[in-house]
């Protein structure tokens, strides 16, 4: 597999929202999702095709293959880039962007991550304390490590750069559109609807600022170099989002050549066991827990959504992830036990799962 990384430059407001809850007014999200990129991509193929009433499903060659197929490209989230001293990080500058999970916890008075230029108390993951908590038999009730505070949930995205943790936001408008009578093709009276959009600067005035978005895509070796080489040549001809028509979802897209994706699972695995253990290990002052933690042979991970999932159990929907499921995912024919797990997804960072390989090897 190899990875392409994008740069995503709005030229014009997105209009990226996934669904409209009522009324007049369409939401957008904070972010564009890999759906929106993908269907902007292929989009753009099949109107150069001229293949757009056709049924590529079967003998789509290339196409079919890249989208349809059981090793389809990934097609990843594009989160808003990270600025320092007013230019934005390359990409490779860039550690991590992901999802904040559900355990993430804040200050209620001084919120956010910690650095220079703020005084807030920063962001801590209560999912190993939680966890060591319910085995020592104590109600857990996290405070802030700083100042002893209340906390509160803490969402959102957030990159590393340099060692330092930021927060990413963008910023949002209202157009306001009048309805248009099909019959007569001119404007109706008394309709109006809103199209809530994300911005295409961060600022305004004779230099704004464009803002800029941070995706990849993972795909198979032979397709890499043919889809660089197409999104290259046709960086300024991409369409996001919706209400394409009234101007909306022109952007740039630059794609860096592919280069060799190697996920490093295992260091995470094993790092996150070690952590484990050695909190484990602190909890141990409050004397001798419900059950003993197993440490030969054992590791622990988390299973954190990055985006929405439809889980699927013997061909019915389900919202709990069971251990059958993930030896099935994972191959494992060793024991999975899962150690505590959310029963409801409720968003796209809501549901996360600690588990544990019993006498395994990670792969």
């Not at 020592?136 to 209340?150: A, K, L, N, Q, T």
């Not at 299973?303 to 993930?326: C, F, G, H, K, P």
Request: charged letters at 25%; hydrophobic letters at 35%.
């Amino acid at each position: 597999m190899k990875r392409i990384e994008l740069e995503i430059k709005a030229l014009s407001p997105l209009a990226v929202g996934r669904q409209k809850p009522g009324g007049s007014v369409s939401e957008v999200d904070d972010y564009i999702s890999g759906t929106v990129i993908r269907g902007g991509i292929a989009a753009q193929i099949l109107q150069e095709s001229g293949h757009r009433s056709v049924d590529l499903t079967e003998n789509g060659g290339d196409f079919q293959a890249l989208f349809l197929g059981d090793e389809a490209a990934i097609f990843q989230n594009a989160y808003p880039s990270i600025k320092t001293k007013g230019k934005v990080v390359p990409k490779g500058g860039i550690e991590e962007t992901k999802v904040l999970p559900l355990t993430a916890l804040s200050s209620k008075t001084k919120p956010g991550f910690k650095n220079s230029k703020s005084s807030n108390n920063g962001v801590f993951d209560s999912l190993i304390d939680r966890f060591c908590s319910e085995h020592y038999g104590y109600v857990y009730e996290p405070s802030c490590p700083i100042d002893g505070g209340r906390v509160e949930p803490y969402s959102g995205f957030y990159a590393r750069h340099r060692q330092t943790y930021y927060s990413l936001s963008v910023n949002k408008r209202l157009l306001t559109r009048v309805g248009i009578n099909r019959k007569r093709a001119t404007s109706e009276e008394d309709i109006l609807y809103s199209i809530e959009v994300l911005n295409e600067s961060e600022s305004t005035g004779n230099n704004p600022k464009p803002v800029i978005y941070k995706s990849a895509i993972i795909v198979v070796d032979d397709l890499a170099d043919s889809l660089w080489e197409f999104i290259h040549s046709r960086r300024y001809r991409f369409r996001l989002g919706g209400s394409i028509s009234r101007g909306l979802g022109k952007v740039e897209i630059s794609a860096q050549k592919p280069v060799e994706f190697k996920p490093n699972v295992q260091n995470k695995i094993e790092e996150f066991t070690k952590q484990l253990q050695e909190r484990w290990k602190t909890w141990s002052i409050f004397g001798n827990p419900i059950q003993e933690l197993p440490n030969n042979g054992t590791y622990y991970f988390t299973l954190d959504l990055q985006s929405d999932a439809i889980l699927t159990e013997n061909w019915r929907s389900t919202t709990v992830i069971s251990a059958y499921m993930l030896q099935q995912f994972t191959g494992v024919e060793e024991d999975i036990a899962t150690a505590r797990l959310a029963r409801t997804l409720k968003s796209r960072h809501a549901p996360w799962l600690l588990a544990v390989f019993q006498n395994s090897r990670v792969v």
